[in-house]
């Protein structure tokens, strides 16, 4: 084989491969990976946050008696109890519902990025030996944060109604 037919033969996978990165590149716009990593996120929330609740604004007996009694600080010196564990469970019930809302929706989608942020930080302060799954969650939180929420979201569909008027 000549170094010509070689160099002819390795333009051509080149050219493959470009093209196939180009029709990739279609199929997977950063619009579209913002709002998967969106969703993605929000639902481990969302299924946690269901189950606290028995009802419309009913927070079921479990989830205090988990913060009360069954979930601890893992801090240095500890573990510690949750102070005013019923508190917690009804704010970490309704964070975990109202935030991944925000976040599929793509409204205020930082914000809520930065709460399910700091729940995460809470939990691997409270379940330590999770962190390989805390630590895709923070990673989740921390790209939305930076990257913002695309052009799938109600956020940039009220920044472009602003930007017209």
Known sequence: ??????????RGVAALVEKMNAALRTIATPSLTQLVLRCALAVPFW?????KWDGFLQLNDVAVLLFRSELKLHLPGGPYDFPAPTLVALASGSAEILLPILLVLGLGTRLAAFGLLLMTLVIQLTVPDGWPLHITWAAMALGIMAWGPGRISLDSLFRRAVYLN
Do not use: K, Y
């Open 47 to 51: 299924r946690s946050g269901v189950n």
């Open 1 to 10: 084989m000549t170094n010509a037919s070689r160099n002819a033969g390795l």
